[in-house]
């Protein structure tokens, strides 16, 4: 996987997180688990992106 492609999908992802995160608000639902969870993957995948990219 090229640098390029990995953060296209990776900003695609943190959108569409952003998304569902605003739909479920305006929807009154419960959404702080799924938030702090869905942040730490997110998070966690562009430390990993960036120390694969640091080595190669």
């Known amino acids: 996987m090229t ?3 990995s953060s296209r999908i990776l900003l695609g992802l943190s959108v ?3 998304i569902t995160i605003g739909v479920l608000a305006a929807l009154d639902v ?3 688990v799924f938030a ?3 942040g730490a993957v997110l ?3 562009w430390v990993v992106r960036g ?3 640091r080595r190669g």
């Open 16 to 18: 569409l997180y952003g």
């Open 30 to 32: 419960p959404v702080a």
């Open 51 to 53: 120390l694969v990219l």
């Open 3 to 5: 640098k390029e492609l």
């Open 43 to 45: 998070g966690g995948l």
């Open 36 to 38: 702090i969870v869905g």
